[in-house]
């Protein structure tokens, strides 16, 4: 990347804690510590991630697919954090959902369980894709 300080004003990247193991990372296989200089940080950083996916394949295992995995698991970690989980859904959706329903002319309603369920899976989904 050309301008992590770009990263470092807009989001403090070089302070967040993914920021930090990619450093004790590197240190680990290089034994190397990266310098406290925040673009620095950010840079090995976004090396990190760019070697996680771009992982070659291993001649001696040829149907283990290394990038695939690696995808998958930066995937679900990024779920992890930043999917809404189901719990958390505010009661303020629903009552959104029934607003519209009354405002669109068809009454009051009631949500009843398994919609529920169904607008979360939605939710979830959406936020994934």
Known sequence: MENP??????YNLHKAPEVERSAKRA????????????????????DRLKN???SPKLEEHPDFDRQERNIN???????QQFVIKPEKVPESYFDSVKRRHHDEGHGDIEIPEDYRHELLGIIVNDQKG
């Open 52 to 54: 996680i996916i771009n």
């Open 5 to 10: 300080n770009f990263l470092k004003q807009k």
């Open 27 to 46: 240190q680990q296989r290089t034994g190397e510590k990266v310098p406290q200089n925040p673009e620095v940080r950010i840079q090995n950083y976004l």
């Open 73 to 79: 698991l930066l995937k679900s970690a990024l779920y």
